[in-house]
């Protein structure tokens, strides 16, 4: 079996990583694999200890039309028996285009749950022979939206729990950020744009003082809005609470040393980071919105509250708070959860079913 991926994302978290998961824990098991990922991406990097071959070259996102163009060459140089496009940006619709052109059945992974009219959905996935979601959320919605329930296939996002594994660093941790020894730390890991929820950490932030005035806000990431969430941190006069972090490269070593993660999105495919976390043995605060309630099992591995109720999530915040030893409870949960239903193995099982049947389908046709 050969196959060709379709990566588009710039940086290696979210999507882009679960596609190296995938590329590792198919090597030896496909014959032969071909990445295409754009020119400077993290994924360029660390792809060739698992790929045959890689395309590096320039994706300039949905109004990229000359990528139709690229892919069609490669996929007519390279005679894939299946093309994976595996993110949004271009890679979607444009290498469906290119790969119902070059007459290879096309397989695309949907990793959010932003809604879609009906009449874009009928016209859009009729590019691809199946469609994967990362949570069952997703799938309920492409259902909903009038996609075939035989088209539609659930494959949940993975994580390691062999980098991501209890045991921290307490003493490196308080260094680093700059905590106090009585400082509880909550971390938020998130892009920085408004569907992800930090505003609502912000405005539940007072209460949870209130309660445990020594409270830290560790928020991790990166993203357009982070300026304006400065800025109204500082107006709420809660700028010694809250630190933004930025991006780091080992969250490994950081997440095992948080007391909570707090994830108030309003809308979530599934929440990678809540599977890290959950695998370092960190329970959970998080909106009941998306895939998440399949990351994070209400009153079994963390708690779950309404998107946008914010005095509801300061009270599940606060209640962990005061109860070390429930927050522990969870957190030992939250490991075993992973361990069972997120692992690199059945995420790469899943999507090779998805590949076997896909093409026995071509061939019946």
């Known amino acids: 079996m050969k196959l060709l991926h379709v990566e588009s994302g710039m940086h290696l978290y979210g999507g882009a990583l679960q596609v190296l998961f995938l590329l590792r824990a198919l090597k030896g098991l496909a014959t032969d694999q071909v990445l295409v990922c754009p020119r400077d991406s993290a994924i360029l990097g660390l792809a060739p200890a698992y790929v045959d071959r890689i395309h590096a070259v320039p994706m300039r996102g949905d109004g990229d039309l000359v990528l139709i163009g690229r892919l069609h060459r490669i996929l007519r140089a390279e005679q894939p028996d299946l093309v994976h496009l595996h993110s949004r940006r271009g890679a979607d619709v444009l290498g469906g285009i290119a790969a119902r052109l070059a007459g290879i ?10 809604p879609e009219p009906r009449w874009l ?46 045991g921290g660093e307490p003493d490196w941790f308080r260094r680093e950020f700059g905590l106090a020894g009585d400082e509880p730390a909550l971390g938020m890991i998130a892009q920085f744009i408004p569907r992800k929820g930090q505003c609502s950490l912000v405005d539940a932030a007072p209460a949870i003082l209130a309660r445990h005035p020594r409270t830290r806000f560790l928020l991790f990431g990166r993203g357009p809005e982070r300026g304006l969430l400065e800025a109204l941190v500082a107006e709420r006069g809660l700028a010694e609470r ?13 997440l095992p040393n948080l007391d909570m993660v707090v994830h108030p999105a309003c809308r979530e ?21 998306g895939g998440i309630p399949e990351a994070v099992r209400d009153g079994e ?15 599940a915040v606060n209640r962990l708070l005061a109860h070390p030893a429930l927050a522990r409870h969870y957190g030992a949960a939250g490991r075993v959860l992973v361990q069972r239903a997120f692992s690199i193995e059945a995420m790469m099982r899943g999507n090779l079913a998805v590949y076997r049947s896909t093409l026995a389908a071509t061939a019946r046709h």
């Open 242 to 254: 809250f630190l933004f972090a930025g991006f780091r490269d080992d969250l490994p070593r950081v």
């Open 269 to 289: 495919g599934l929440g990678v980071a809540l599977l890290q976390a959950a695998a370092c043995g960190v329970p959970t605060v998080a909106s009941r919105v």
């Open 105 to 114: 059945p096309a397989i695309v992974s949907r990793r959010v749950d932003n």
């Open 301 to 315: 591995s963390g708690l779950l509250v309404e998107p946008g109720d914010t005095p509801a999530l300061a009270a």
């Open 121 to 166: 959905v009928a016209a859009k996935y009729r590019l691809y022979a199946h469609v994967v979601t990362i949570s069952a959320a997703i799938r309920q919605l492409l259902l909903a939206e009038g996609l075939a329930a035989e088209k539609v296939t659930c494959v949940p996002s993975a994580v390691d729990t062999d980098r991501y594994r209890p």
